[in-house]
């Protein structure tokens, strides 16, 4: 019997083991649960309510009424202001991305030499991060509106004809366009000027002694040094500019004629003006789609020219 | 071939010139060396030459023409990193020709040019590899045909071994050294390490500080040094310098100095013996603290009876030599160097 009480049996053991497992695990959840509660009800939760909405129609209070399974698809693939919005939103998130990254990387090489008042300059093109889309839209307003404007008050100055910025049908997109990459630029700039200092100057000493042509070595050293960076701000800079809202909202309305009608705009405008939460559901869902496709293409496409070290 | 006259290197005009008014004159075909401590300005003085940092007194001239305001590229010349600078998005080839290119050299030249090249490393079989498929002393060896192919007649060369491992070191250090002699190019070769200089110069300009110490052939850098600085900094182990001998006698060591009444005396590791080669060999009671055998030679650690400087002598062979008590080193006269108080170079004597 003495035997029996010192030794500890096979089942205690595994029991022991188990209870340890257990608290292990227990405490992995502790420390995982703020953000999984975080992103449960912010993230996950919205998101699989959208894929069930998308399959309802809804009524006005937003609440599924009827299942119609595809239909809210089929409907919105010949929806021609759904179709336009699309079409609006590419151009606009093309010129974004393209606008975006070519004016940061030429201000990043203008301000990476070592003058004097550089510095300056690095925080006046980086300040703009700094910025809130509500803050930046307003101050471009005052810069866009019909006569009182600072563009037409200059264009006037000079007799020059008016610009019809916000109601222009082109102008329009434009204006919310150069709104939009405005507000890319602080981030997309700090990001290439990083990327800048990080060339190994070796690499620009050796072509200076070798007579490269300054063109040759932005071309042969500089661009395959930051085509991560550049790959980076240039997929960033898509996402965030298909999921442009506050610009349009506070310069045009998605106006004129729909012209500046972005599809988040859109979708806003089917959930919280008409009330039509199945079918911003079903817009959210091929919004979602057509960013992880783009995304997806310009991985597939850049791959090969992005050079990782 | 590249002469310096008064060179001088000031940052800040507040603070002191970090070279000092270097003047040297590099013959055509020669390997030149400039060797010093980290921080002495010799990398300075390199790149001051390729261009690559502004000169602000003195003259650079290159092949009879003053280069002091003109960009790197007029200067017909090429460099070699330590970090060996390849574009790491290009291949072997590509990278050698890429000044080529740029140069818009005939492309049969190019081709020409690179295949010379590439034999001439030995890297022919390479030359679709990218740098990073390399080891250290293949990257190195394509830095070094780049540089031929430049068609430069001057090569300069930043620690281009610092990088390798030491055994490496010593194989590429003979490469480029034969390449040099082939191919008949002037070489500034900077490096902080006294074995790669005293094995490779044909001269060497050591510096300190700025300041160029001495400039000469290896042999007369090492039997001649014109001060402390430059008896210490070549040899290994380095040579004891004992300071403001006075008493000889008294001290332990049966010596006269001719430098009376103060003077500083160096002595090399090497020079030491245990048995009097001559007659009038000055005979040193040596304590011996510990005693190393490394591979054929005895390293002995001590002091003088009475000083307080450790001293190093190196005996050849094997010795069982005890440690922790008094033996009898002789050490030739000839074998000795007298420096002032100061540091700098009296005579020595017997040469």
């Known amino acids: 019997m003495a035997q029996n009480t010192s030794a500890i049996q096979p089942h205690q053991l595994t029991s022991q083991r188990g209870r340890q497992v257990i608290t292990a695990h227990l405490t992995a ?72 990254t070519i004016c940061a990387l030429y201000l990043a090489n203008l301000a990476r030499k070592h003058l004097r008042g550089t510095v300056i300059f ?76 990080n060339v190994p100057t070796h690499l620009y000493e050796t072509a200076e002694i070798e007579g490269v042509t300054p063109w040759l070595k932005f071309r042969f050293i500089t661009l395959p040094h930051i085509s991560p960076t ?31 009608n972005l599809i988040v705009y859109q979708i806003y405008r089917d959930a919280f003006v008409n009330l039509n939460v199945g079918k911003a559901s079903t817009e959210s869902m091929l919004l979602a789609i057509l960013i992880a496709l783009v995304t997806f293409a310009q991985f597939k496409l850049t791959e090969k020219r992005v050079m990782y070290q | ?98 000044g080529l290119k740029a140069r818009k050299v005939a492309s049969a030249t190019q081709l020409q040019r690179l295949s010379d090249a590439l034999a001439l490393v030995g890297l022919t079989d390479y030359a679709y590899r990218y740098p990073r498929e390399l080891s250290g002393g293949q990257r190195q060896r394509v830095a070094l045909a780049r540089s031929i192919v430049s068609g430069a007649e001057i090569i300069l060369m930043d620690e281009p071994l610092s990088n390798l491992d030491a055994q490496l070191r010593e194989s590429v250090r003979y490469e480029i050294k034969a390449l040099q002699r082939k191919l008949g190019i002037t070489v500034v070769y900077v490096t902080h390490d006294q074995t ?31 001060n402390t600085f430059v008896a210490k900094f070549f040899g290994t182990p380095q040579m004891n310098v004992l300071t403001a001998v006075t008493d000889w006698k008294n001290q332990g060591v049966a010596i006269d100095t001719p430098f009376d009444p103060d ?12 048995n009097p080669e001559n007659a009038d060999d000055m005979a040193i009671e040596f304590w011996v603290a510990t005693a190393t055998q490394i591979g054929s030679e005895t390293l002995l650690f001590g002091t003088i009876n009475g000083r307080e400087e450790t001293l190093q002598f190196k005996i050849s062979g094997h010795l069982d030599v005890p440690a922790e008590q008094f033996i009898t080193l002789y050490i030739p006269r000839n074998a000795l160097h007298y420096f002032d108080l100061n540091g700098n170079m009296l005579a020595k004597v017997g040469v």
């Open chain 2, 263 to 274: 003077a500083m005396v160096g002595i090399r590791p090497e020079a030491a013996r245990l």
């Open chain 1, 122 to 197: 690095r925080t006046l093109f980086a300040s703009t991060m700094g910025v809130s889309v509500s803050v930046a839209s307003v101050l471009w307003l005052f810069f866009f509106q019909p006569t009182t404007g600072v563009s037409d008050m200059i264009l006037n100055f000079f007799h020059l004809p008016p610009i019809h910025w916000l109601t222009g049908n082109v102008w329009a997109l434009v204006a919310v366009i150069l709104t939009v990459v405005w507000m890319n630029l602080g981030f997309a700039f700090l990001a290439i000027s990083g990327a800048l200092e």
């Open chain 2, 196 to 226: 790669e200089a005293m094995t490779m110069g044909d001269r060497v300009m050591i510096l300190n500080d700025g300041v160029v110490q001495q400039i000469g052939t290896p042999m007369q850098l090492y039997e001649l040094p014109a």
């Open chain 1, 230 to 260: 550049l790959f980076f701000v240039a997929t960033v800079t898509m996402i965030n500019a298909f999921q442009t809202f506050g610009q349009v909202d506070l310069l045009t309305k998605g106006g004129p004629n729909n012209h500046t």
């Open chain 2, 1 to 98: 071939m590249i002469e310096l006259k008064q060179l001088q290197k000031v940052y800040d005009q507040q603070q002191d010139a970090v070279i000092k008014e270097v003047t040297v004159n590099i013959l055509p075909g020669e390997f030149f060396v400039m060797v010093g401590p980290s921080g002495s300005g010799k990398s300075t003085i390199l790149r001051m030459i390729a261009g690559l940092e502004p000169i602000t007194g003195g003259d650079l001239i290159i092949a009879g023409e003053r280069m002091n305001d003109l960009p790197p590229k007029a200067r017909h010349l090429s460099m070699v990193f330590q970090n060996y600078a390849l574009y790491p998005n290009m291949t072997v080839s590509e990278n050698i020709t890429f």
């Open chain 1, 29 to 100: 959840l502790g420390f995982l649960m703020p953000s999984l509660i975080f992103l449960g009800v912010f993230v996950f939760y919205p998101l699989v309510k959208t894929v069930y909405y998308s399959f309802f129609l809804t009524n006005a209070l937003g609440q599924p009424v009827k299942f119609i399974g595809l239909a809210n698809y089929a409907t919105l693939l010949h929806d021609p202001v759904f179709l336009k919005s699309l079409w609006v939103t590419l151009i606009f998130v093309a010129a974004v991305t393209s606008l975006t």
